[in-house]
């Protein structure tokens, strides 16, 4: 029996191994490595369970994204259930689109033509057309197809989130316009159409990250005019451009900039070039001083702002910015949408 275990503990300690190396979760295969690690936790070894029957060593989970964690989760799933199609959020993680952290929790899986949906241990599972439309695969997973993704996060998303999706799969390429429309209009019958209509409509792969996205959302439930996105300036000394995150002209003649500051271009070094963040800062004030000589106020916001409601809009009109249509939702009702942007909502990915 001794021989046995520690043969067993050999094998679990070259799983982990092995799964880590593909960005994976340790799925127990067998009884004996199912006790085998329980006994390692038992003990006191730094494993966790991120879901019933997954299991990862500490240092290695704390050491990745909430996108790297949502992933290992899904191909340790994989390994036991290869015939699963990952749908929904899950399938938008897997195809790089900007997915709010907070929705990441839960993995969805894609069930055939008349499977009742259900959650359970971490899972959800609900109806996508696998029979109809063949899969796609995206970081050697199978997935929905792409359109299916858009189409089921754009009808049963909040706005916010679904707009940050939908944006980035324009941004990357993924879809266009047309082919979301025609997309909602051959599934006229689905519930949540009409939802997958407007965003559509709505949608702009001109926005730069999930988090302008995200904002860009909120000014229109709080009834502001949509922005011109990504206007560009030119420094009145150096020549250089500049490219405003929003922009807005009013009746009145005044020119109005919006800048999303989402904080990681002073901690990344892909998106601080390399520099300190003493220089990412140095350099931002000269840019937003160069453009406050080109227009008439610059106003800008995070992403706690944008998630108070209430506060959000109490900043855009301090500054003037204009509406053109009643508020979607009631901003004294609304509860924080507190979210967390993903690093790939900046390109980072």
């Known amino acids: 029996m001794h021989k046995l275990k520690k043969k067993v503990d050999e094998q679990v300690r070259i799983s982990f191994e092995e799964d880590e190396a593909r960005g994976a979760c340790l799925a127990t295969y067998s009884e004996a490595v199912h006790k085998d690690v329980q006994a390692r936790i038992a003990a006191g070894y730094d494993i966790v369970s991120p879901l019933p029957g997954l299991y990862a060593r500490g240092d290695f989970w704390r050491g990745l994204t909430p996108e790297q964690q949502a992933i290992a989760k899904m191909r340790g799933l994989a390994t036991r259930h290869p015939d699963w199609i990952f749908r929904g959020t899950s399938a938008a993680v897997l195809l790089g689109l900007s997915v709010s952290h907070r929705l990441l929790d839960v993995i969805e899986v894609a069930s055939p033509h008349g499977t009742k949906s259900r959650r359970a241990g971490g899972v959800r599972t609900r109806h996508a057309d696998v029979d109809e439309e063949p899969c796609a695969f995206a970081r050697g997973l199978p997935v929905t197809p792409v359109l299916r993704t858009v189409f089921d996060c754009c009808r049963e ?169 009643r508020p979607l939702i009631n901003v004294a009702d609304a509860a924080p949408f507190y979210d967390e942007v993903p690093l790939s909502a900046y390109g980072i990915m």
């Open 157 to 325: 998303l909040p706005f916010r989130d679904a707009v940050a999706i939908t944006d980035s799969a324009l941004r990357l390429g993924l879809v266009n316009k047309d082919q979301l429309v025609a997309y909602a209009n051959d599934k006229r019958r689905c519930r949540g159409v009409a939802a997958a209509h407007h965003i559509a409509g709505f949608a702009d792969g001109r926005s730069g990250s999930g988090g302008e996205s995200m904002a860009r959302a909120a000014m229109w439930e709080l009834g502001f005019v949509a922005p011109e996105l990504q206007t560009e300036f030119a420094d009145p000394m150096s020549g250089w451009r500049y490219f405003a995150d929003f922009c807005w002209r009013t009746e009145e003649g005044r020119v109005i900039v919006g800048e999303f500051d989402g904080g990681e271009k002073y901690v990344d070094p892909q998106m601080s070039g390399g520099r300190s963040v003493a220089g990412v800062m140095r350099a931002e004030r000269l840019r937003e001083s160069r453009l406050t000589a080109l227009v008439d106020a610059v106003v800008r916001f995070s992403p706690a702002m944008v998630a108070d409601s209430a506060e959000f809009a109490r900043l855009l009109d301090t500054f003037g910015v204009p509406r053109d249509h």
